[in-house]
């Protein structure tokens, strides 16, 4: 059966991986892996602690070597050129450390010190970037005094102080009231869009990379079995390239179940029990069509006399793909190549 592993842009690569692979002993952690991602894209890599997606990260940073693969971000080799792959990307993990005695100011003028700026081009860059962030008030605030979102802010503001090519968070939303989330989300979105930056995010949470990235890559005990973006992963749940339409109507009668089951391109009914259809009750339907056939299963009902409360096309979100992938046991891996 052939597993996703690989997922190729549709423009100009800034990290090209190619059958990176990383074993402890008799244990991999990543297997095979082939993931391709253009500049300027916010590309969500998404699956369970434990999937391997931070020893990906590490191995692009060249802060652990594969044990067989290649890595290629910004044209550089991570496991040769480590140093300059640092200078170009900025890298945010889950568990972010600064000096809890020291100033949003002062941690952000340690980094631009690290990174060889002078001062004046330091300080000017530090408070630019705290006022885009949002800690334009919290300047002269120790970092030891921060919530955890107002942190996640000051560590997005340190990746950027040395104006990176390429930005990888790890789980930036990690214990984030669902306000901060939606902010923090926003200021991500944002920057990529007005600067061009790549952006990787790495996260199990499923609603937050679908509200963001372009793409996304399902990522499970070491192989990435899914990569697309979220309609087009979404089709792939549909292996016969069925649609699926559903129903809610109430007056609904066994006449009326009879027509929708013969109607031209229906495959397949499924409908209230004939009791249920005669008590005058909002029933709901589910036909499995060769087609689209909302527009004539709207029709049938209205003709029928029953009154047509709802009616749709299912259209997947990533939790449906998330759990079709995960709970088929593979059943739904491909090649998207």
């Not at 921060?146 to 000051?154: A, H, I, T």
């Not at 979105?189 to 995010?201: A, Q």
């Not at 749709?312 to 739904?332: A, M, T, V």
Request: aromatic letters at 4%; charged letters at 25%; proline letters at 4%.
């Amino acid at each position: 059966m052939e597993r996703a592993t690989e997922c190729p842009p549709s423009g100009a690569s800034v990290i090209d991986l190619r059958q990176l692979t990383k074993k402890y002993g008799e244990q991999t952690a990543v297997n095979g892996l082939n993931l391709t991602i253009e500049r300027g894209e916010i590309f969500g890599l998404l699956g369970p602690n434990g999937a391997g997606k931070t020893t990906t990260i590490l191995m692009m940073l060249g802060l652990t070597e594969p044990t067989s693969g290649t890595a290629s971000v910004c044209g550089l080799d991570p496991a040769r050129q480590a140093l300059d792959v640092k200078r170009r990307v900025g890298y945010m993990p889950d568990d972010i450390g600064f000096y809890d005695d020291r100033t949003a100011l002062d941690n952000l003028l340690f980094t631009a010190s690290l990174n060889g700026m002078k001062e004046r081009e330091g300080r000017e860059r530090a408070l630019e970037l705290l006022d885009r962030v949002g800690l334009g008030e919290a300047v002269y605030k120790k970092a030891g005094a921060f919530s955890r979102g107002m942190r996640q802010r000051l560590g997005i503001a340190d990746v950027l102080i040395k104006k990176p090519e390429v930005v990888i968070l790890d789980e930036p939303t990690l214990g984030i009231d669902p306000e901060g989330v939606r902010e923090l989300l926003q200021l991500i979105h944002d920057l990529s869009r007005n600067e061009g930056l790549t952006v990787l995010l790495s996260s199990h949470h499923l609603h937050q990379v679908q509200q963001i990235c372009d793409r996304v890559g399902l990522f499970v005990r070491g192989e990435l079995i899914a990569c697309g973006d979220v309609p087009s992963l979404a089709e792939q749940l549909d292996d016969d390239g069925s649609v699926t339409v559903e129903i809610e109507a109430s007056g609904w009668t066994a006449a009326l179940a009879e027509r929708l089951a013969s109607l031209e391109g229906v495959i397949e009914y499924r409908g209230p029990e004939p009791a249920a259809a005669d008590s005058g009750e909002i029933c709901h339907a589910v036909l499995i069509c060769s087609g689209d056939r909302t527009s004539a299963a709207a029709k049938t009902v209205i003709e029928s006399g029953a009154q047509l409360q709802a009616i749709r096309r299912k259209q997947y979100g990533l939790d449906d793909i998330y759990h079709r992938y995960f709970e088929g046991g593979g059943s739904h891996e491909r090649n998207n190549r």
